[in-house]
């Protein structure tokens, strides 16, 4: 249920950030694998915020309520929370006092909650009028001001405000934030229509289960599970069903106003103080290349059945494209990139801008005329890529005219980075302009068929750095006009002798060529400067009389089956080499890096996983783990 509701979350353009304790720390962002190991633990607490220091002190793990949900996503910044339904004033809670929490923490903390309301088996009236209390700001979603009761659309009881369109809710929470109330907002969303039926006969059942507790004597604390047991079971499953349903229905009206809030400017508040980003004194670089809305369809079998037949497995839809991965990655790394690009105005252009809210987007073009480029991954249960398909005509806009229109950023940049995905042109344009102003360039070949388009004509000899597998290696040479083998090699020894001998002849002008080579890691081809390879800046010397080498880093290990994505893995290991690079880092700090950027992605539904930051992918992080040796090669 989880993975769906983020799926939902992802689909309208937002970023899901599921929120649990982990043995003893907070998690804002729960991969596969954590998602199944808290599942799976018996020994799992419920989490308010009473509970949360004796949990982290003592190192547990368990699931947090709504309100211990509200304090930790208002700590990371994140204004928008969505859950089933909200807890409230217990009936006779007047003599009991037995209120939940999540009612003070709205009083207290400044975050919208979208939920389906409160039970029946609550006291809705006094749930509002604690609100009241409490002063939060209480508006139901949709047509009229009925508050919802959870299972079904209407309560008897009036919320004191309605919002009809996610716009609405925006710029209602946007004024929460903007005028610094320190209270939340209650978004209270009715049961879709399609379920009114099955919840009416819920509701039913919850009167019957009240009846019997009341008959059984039952009080207190005891009574809220007895009645869920019940229901359950006079339902036959039914209210669990509809309980996945209205989970469904919350996550895509809370994400569609998050993506609202985001277009407002109110989304992006200020985190606190130790979560922001570190700033970034040198000039920020410039990646120039492709966006694209991804499907990566991963089959269950290693051995996939074509010719028409159907595959069972998995499609998850994610955002990519070389450039955007670069600079969404490097956005994470606390480099914030002018992107230069080109989308579509269609919904899927709606979803990109809206994701990648935390990237500097002013460079992407918006044109009417053209569809934003899609792309298709199809893996095999291995996690080999088996066969993609794209529809990236919008790319061929990305001119030398309209790149040139951003040459004030191009002068100033640290690093112009640019994908095999633009016109011969714009490649030849941008090689030029960096010979001219003695900027260093990053080349991304992104396949065998675009690899050779600096190699066309003498811009290749303006480039710095290029990042080539195997394929788009032989690909350059063989622009060059020198011969190429029809069989790429195989085995280890064979691979990195191969990749140094065809970096030999780019390296008459590069600095470095670095050789993506998959499971086996990342072969960093340059000339020997004092018993090592240069991959700081400036460090460029054409003709230089060191002798070409190679060094040889070995990948992280990953389970074939932990293998998740591979779309975002080889631009991963760029911007995390990048990273590392333009901070001033050694190389083999900087290859690392990328490294476990490159191991993240691998490991997530997303291209660019949002685990990606300068804490998990950091000079620090580095140092911690245990790296196989390095090895070096010289040419012959």
């Known amino acids: 249920?989880?993975?769906?509701?983020?799926?939902i979350v992802k689909q309208n353009g937002a970023v899901p950030a599921t929120i649990g304790i982990l043995e003893g720390r907070v998690h804002v962002g729960l991969s596969d694998s954590e998602l199944h190991h808290m599942a799976g633990r018996k020994d799992a607490v419920k989490v308010s915020r009473r509970d949360l220091p004796y949990v982290l002190s003592q190192g547990l793990s368990g699931g947090t309520t709504v309100s211990a949900s509200m304090i930790i996503a208002n700590k990371v910044g994140i204004p928008v929370f969505v859950t089933g339904g909200i807890?409230?004033?217990?009936?006779?809670?007047?003599?009991?006092?037995d209120v939940s929490a999540?009612?003070?923490?709205?009083?207290?903390?400044?975050?919208?909650?979208?939920?389906?309301?409160?039970?029946?088996?609550?006291?809705?009236?006094?749930t509002l009028e604690y609100?009241?209390?409490?002063?939060?700001?209480?508006?139901?979603?949709?047509?009229?001001?009925?508050?919802?009761?959870?299972?079904?659309?209407?309560?008897?009881?009036?919320?004191?405000?309605?919002?009809?369109?996610?716009?609405e809710a925006a710029c209602l929470i946007a004024s929460m934030l903007e005028f610094s109330l320190g209270s939340g907002v209650l978004v209270a969303v009715p049961i879709p229509e399609c379920q009114v039926a099955s919840g009416q006969i819920i509701e039913a059942a919850i009167q019957q289960a009240m009846m019997e507790a009341s008959a059984k004597r039952?009080?207190?604390k005891e009574v809220t599970p007895f009645i869920l047991r019940r229901v359950c079971e006079l339902t036959r499953g039914m209210s669990l069903e509809s309980n996945v349903a209205l989970i469904k229905n919350n996550a895509d009206v809370g994400s569609r106003i998050a993506c609202a809030l985001s277009r407002l400017g109110q989304g992006k508040r200020r985190a606190p103080l130790e979560h922001r980003r570190k700033p970034c004194s040198a000039h920020q670089p410039v990646v120039i290349g492709g966006t694209n809305v991804d499907f990566v369809a991963k089959a269950k079998c290693d051995r996939m059945v074509f010719g028409g037949q159907t595959n069972v497995g998995e499609v998850k839809q994610?955002?990519?494209?070389?450039?955007?991965?670069?600079?969404?990655?490097?956005?994470r790394l606390s480099l914030r990139p002018l992107f230069i690009s080109a989308v579509g105005t269609d919904r899927l252009a709606e979803s990109v801008l809206s994701y990648c809210s935390h990237m500097?987007?002013?460079g992407v073009a918006r044109l009417r005329e053209h569809s934003t480029a899609t792309y298709c991954a199809v893996i095999a249960g291995s996690g080999e890529l088996s066969l993609g398909i794209g529809d990236m005509a919008i790319h061929q806009t990305i001119t030398e005219q309209y790149v040139s229109g951003f040459a004030e950023r191009l002068q100033s940049a640290s690093l112009v980075c640019m994908d095999g995905n633009l016109p011969v042109s714009t490649v030849d344009y941008i090689c030029k302009f960096a010979k001219e102003h003695h900027k260093p360039v990053w080349y991304e070949p992104t396949t065998e068929s675009k690899a050779n388009k600096p190699f066309l004509s003498d811009s290749w000899k303006s480039l710095t750095f290029t990042f080539p597998n195997l394929g788009e290696l032989r690909a350059m040479n063989q622009a060059l006009g020198l011969?190429?083998?029809?069989?790429?090699p195989s085995g280890l020894d064979d691979v990195i002798s191969f990749a140094l001998a065809s970096s030999h002849p780019l390296l008459e002008y590069l600095q470095c060529v670095v050789v993506t080579l998959g499971s086996h890691g990342v072969l960093l081809c340059g000339r020997n400067n004092g018993g090592s390879i240069s991959f700081q800046l400036g460090g460029k010397t054409q003709n230089s009389k060191g002798e070409p080498c190679a060094v040889h880093y070995p990948a992280v290990p990953v389970l074939q089956e932990d293998i998740l994505n591979v779309s975002g893995a080889g631009d991963c290991l760029a911007a995390g080499m990048i990273a590392g690079m333009l901070a001033g880092q050694e190389t083999d700090t900087c290859v690392r890096m990328g490294l476990l950027a490159a191991y993240l992605s691998l490991r997530s539904h997303d291209s660019v996983p949002m685990k990606i930051n300068d804490d998990s992918v950091g000079p620090e992080q580095i140092k911690a783990r245990n790296w196989p040796e390095a090895t070096y090669r010289w040419s012959n």
């Not at 923490?105 to 029946?120: H, N, Q, Y």
């Not at 994610?318 to 956005?331: E, W």
């Open 1 to 7: 249920t989880v993975k769906d509701v983020e799926q």
């Open 87 to 97: 807890g409230g004033v217990h009936r006779g809670g007047e003599t009991s006092m």
């Open 102 to 126: 999540d009612l003070t923490e709205l009083g207290r903390t400044p975050i919208a909650v979208v939920s389906a309301g409160v039970k029946s088996v609550l006291d809705i009236g006094r």
């Open 131 to 167: 609100l009241e209390t409490q002063g939060v700001c209480v508006a139901t979603f949709g047509e009229c001001n009925e508050f919802p009761a959870f299972f079904t659309p209407k309560s008897g009881h009036q919320s004191p405000y309605h919002v009809k369109t996610e716009e």
């Open 218 to 220: 039952i009080v207190g």
């Open 318 to 331: 994610s955002f990519g494209g070389v450039g955007r991965n670069l600079a969404d990655c490097l956005s």
């Open 360 to 362: 500097d987007m002013s």
């Open 483 to 488: 011969p190429v083998p029809a069989e790429l």
